[in-house]
């Protein structure tokens, strides 16, 4: 279904330097002899054949080349000594070394391939460049680092997809080059990559410490007792099935308040922790019992720009290569098998993030101990996240807009998980497994989330900073949200009425209820509580914030209910009512209103 239209070879352009030759540091040792890492980036980005191929290719061309005039490295080679006992690995460039570029059309739906639902993993090998065979001259061995392939697919958009040895570098310096290249398609030229990045250029000499010698020659020992296998290109079939899930915002809050409230005491509970704990207790428990009573979950964390005890100062940002500190969480399978095993992957791996990452002394310290650490963890199920949220292929924009899709295909092998953002605070968790372990991770995943979900009530405070006198207040602002707010009301009338809880649960059910003459509770209030600091993000006293919540109004009885007003505009509302998406659609036909004046506005936009 896919049919290749042309394979050529990309060169830096004109002013490139002639030759770059780089030492592999100890950290680009470890991947050496790890598959390649494999992406597809997917673009909504409708066009016709004839655009494809008379435009956007040869720009796609002209900018990759501008492009690898800045990152030498990438259009070079890895060369792995004949010799392993007088010579290391490195990089080198020369003049006339080029990147593999393939052009493709496929017939495979668009759909299809960026939906969430499970779906067969081996069709999007289609979608992914050949990896070039490793060659020989006299004293190396020869291995291209990188591949790409762009492919059209009529109607809907295009797809870039990315193969490269993770020894030429860590997400972060994978992603500056493709963001680079996108930056200069998208202007045309390489003048506001030049000036947009100034002094921070990639740097490509390799790491140096007072140790980097002694670590280089220990991790090369290692490395070299291993034979070099040419890496695996396509490893079909997969035998797998790719999904995605979301973990919406909301959920992320409940999660971290389920672990805060279990552990009052627990620190930096962030939104990796959350995923990661959510994610790995949720295979554990979909997979069973392992044949090893421990798990393991590996992380990585990027080593640039924080203080550690290897390098000082920190490695710069704009470092290119590999520089990642690791931690690995060692847990009993039935502890997060068990009811609160959630909250105790989280609480472990916090432990282990405070005691390994945060701790700059602690921080990529005795490298070499990686090691003799590893072969600790033989035998067990281990879990590892690829790509983070904060490097983000989607955001990579060639004048097409950011990406609707990035599918990570070196998830197909092992356990493992990708982590992206969705926008609005939520994440897309991206897994491969085989079709009924994915079935039941699927109902793992949906389980806890709505059980977590399960609660009655909730209150927001929405403010705004409109600066206004106390007359302005009372005698115009005030009059015109109680109108809006009764024309509002005429298209949500749940929202006016009352939730009904029959006194006699056996012969009925709760029901909402509403008849004329209900209404919504409204206060009208004045604060002289600091502004500027209910809004700031500093820790402040939580009670404050209640002044501005109106309480829940009391329970009535008539014949046969006990009668819950549901809703007051605070925001306090009761969730038997409905769910966020519903709230704040009230809220936001309410500020239309009241900001046109009248709901003709509100009639005609949702019809």
């Not at 690898?68 to 070394?97: E, M, Q, W």
């Not at 140790?211 to 290692?222: F, L, P």
């Not at 092998?413 to 991206?430: A, E, T």
Request: proline residues 6%.
């Amino acid at each position: 279904m896919t049919t290749v239209i042309e394979t050529c070879r990309i060169p830096p352009s004109q002013g490139a330097a002639a030759e770059l030759f780089l030492p592999l540091s100890f950290y680009d040792m470890t991947w050496l002899h790890f598959n390649h890492t494999r992406r597809l980036v997917f673009y909504n980005h409708p066009c016709s054949e004839a655009e494809f191929s008379n435009t956007i290719v040869p720009n796609l061309k002209h900018s990759l080349s501008l492009a690898l005039k800045h990152y030498l490295p990438v259009a070079g080679n890895l060369l792995y000594p004949s010799d392993t006992d007088t010579d290391k690995p490195a990089f080198r460039y020369i003049s006339g070394d080029s990147v593999p570029l393939t052009i493709a059309v496929s017939g495979l739906d668009y759909n299809e391939l960026v939906a969430n639902h499970a779906r067969e993993a081996d069709q999007f090998y289609d979608l992914l460049p050949r990896t070039p065979a490793m060659s020989e001259e006299e004293n190396y061995k020869i291995i291209p680092p990188i591949s790409l392939q762009v492919t059209h697919l009529p109607g809907r958009g295009i797809c870039l997809g990315l193969s490269n040895h993770h020894s030429l570098g860590d997400d972060r310096s994978i992603l500056g080059f493709i963001k680079a290249w996108a930056v200069i398609n998208k202007s045309g030229n390489d003048e506001a990559f030049d000036s947009r990045n100034g002094e921070s250029l990639p740097i490509f000499e390799r790491l140096i410490c007072k140790d980097s010698s002694r670590v280089d020659g220990i991790y090369w020992e290692a490395m070299k007792k291993r034979p070099l296998k040419p890496p695996a290109t396509h490893p079909l079939p997969t035998n797998r099935v790719r999904a995605s899930f979301i973990l919406r915002h909301s959920d992320i809050i409940m999660l971290k308040n389920r672990i805060l409230s279990a552990k009052p005491n627990i620190d930096r509970v962030s939104t990796f922790v959350v995923a990661a704990a959510y994610v790995w207790t949720a295979l554990e428990k979909s997979l069973g019992p392992a044949e090893n009573e421990d798990v393991v979950y590996y992380i990585a964390a990027d080593g640039t720009g924080r203080p550690n005890a290897l390098f000082d100062p920190p490695v710069p940002v704009n470092y290119f290569g590999n520089c990642l500190g690791s931690g690995r969480v060692r847990v009993k399978h039935r502890r997060l098998a068990a009811e609160d095993g959630f909250v105790a992957a989280a609480e472990a791996i916090v432990d282990e993030i405070k005691t390994k990452i945060y701790n700059g002394d602690e921080f990529l310290k005795s490298p070499e101990n990686l090691l003799t650490e590893m072969p600790k963890y033989k035998g067990m199920r281990a879990m590892a996240m690829t790509g983070s949220p904060k490097f983000d292929y989607a955001e990579a924009d060639f004048g097409w807009g950011e990406a609707e899709k990035v599918e990570v295909l070196s998830l197909d092998g092992g356990y493992s998980m990708s982590l992206s953002n969705s926008g609005d605070g939520d994440l897309v968790v991206g897994m491969s497994l085989t079709k009924e372990e994915m079935e039941a991770f699927a109902s793992m995943f949906a389980t806890g989330v709505k059980m977590g979900n399960n609660v009655h009530k909730s209150d927001n405070l929405v403010l705004q900073t409109p600066a206004m006198t106390t007359d302005e207040f009372s005698n115009t602002i005030v009059p015109n949200l109680k109108h809006s707010l009764s024309l509002t009301l005429k298209h949500y009338l749940p929202v006016a009425g009352n939730l009904l809880y029959p006194l006699d649960t056996d012969a009925s059910k709760s029901v909402i209820c509403y008849v004329s003459g209900d209404t919504v509770s409204l206060t009208i209030a004045i604060s002289n509580l600091d502004f500027d600091d209910l809004v700031l993000n500093h820790a402040r006293e939580a009670d404050q914030f209640y002044d501005h919540v109106q309480p829940q109004a009391p329970l009535t009885e008539e014949e046969n209910y006990k009668i819950a007003p549901v809703i007051c505009i605070g925001v306090n509302f009761h969730h038997g009512l409905c769910y966020w998406r519903s709230i704040v659609g009230l809220v936001k036909a309410w500020t239309m209103i009241n900001k046109s004046g009248d709901d003709e506005a509100f009639v005609a936009k949702t019809g």
